[in-house]
C-alpha cells in the first residue's frame, strides 16, 4: 500500500500515472477496481535483488491566492532482499500539486509573492523556493 498523498488520479483520457523501468526486467502491473479502492500488483520477470518501502514525509500545505496547494517529499527505503538489511533511504520526488479541496485538521500556510513578483503558476513559484517544500511562513 502507498502512503496517502504519493498516488494518482485515474481518469479516462488523461494522463496522470508515469511509469519509467530503468531496469532489464520486464514488469507487469495490474489492477482492478475493489469495493473501496484501486487495487493491483507488480509482477516481475526475474528475482529482484532488492525491495523498496515507499514513504511520504515534510508535507505542507499552502493557500496561494484562492488556490491550495499540498508539497511533500517522497522516499523509499532500499532493502536487500537476499539478507533483508536496509541499504539506504532514498530521495525519490519532491512534489507540490494544486489540490482541489480545502485542507481540514492541518495546519495551513498562507503565502503572498513579494511586491511586484509575478505569479504565473503558483507550482512553480513553490518549486523555485528550494529543492524541497519551503518552509511554513505565517502571515
Not at 483520457?13 to 523501468?21: E, G, H, K
Not at 523509499?76 to 538489511?85: A, M
Request: hydrophobic share 30%; aromatic share 10%.
Amino acid at each position: 500500500m502507498l502512503p496517502w498523498g504519493t498516488g494518482c488520479s485515474i481518469v479516462y483520457n488523461y494522463v496522470d500515472l508515469q511509469v519509467r523501468n530503468d531496469t532489464e526486467s520486464t514488469f507487469q502491473l495490474r489492477v482492478h477496481v475493489g469495493d473501496r479502492y484501486l487495487e493491483g500488483e507488480l509482477r516481475v520477470d526475474r528475482a529482484q535483488e532488492r525491495s523498496y518501502s515507499v514513504y511520504g514525509q515534510n508535507e505542507r500545505f499552502y493557500r496561494v491566492g484562492g488556490e491550495h496547494f499540498r508539497a511533500n517529499q517522497i522516499w523509499r527505503t532500499v532493502i536487500d532482499r537476499r539478507t533483508g538489511n536496509r541499504l539506504g533511504e532514498e530521495l525519490v520526488r519532491s512534489n507540490c500539486a494544486l489540490v482541489k479541496y480545502v485542507p481540514e485538521g492541518v495546519p495551513l500556510h498562507a503565502l503572498t509573492p513579494m511586491k511586484g513578483e509575478v505569479v504565473d503558476d503558483p507550482r512553480h513559484w513553490l518549486n523555485r523556493l528550494g529543492g524541497e517544500p519551503p518552509e511554513p511562513q505565517q502571515r
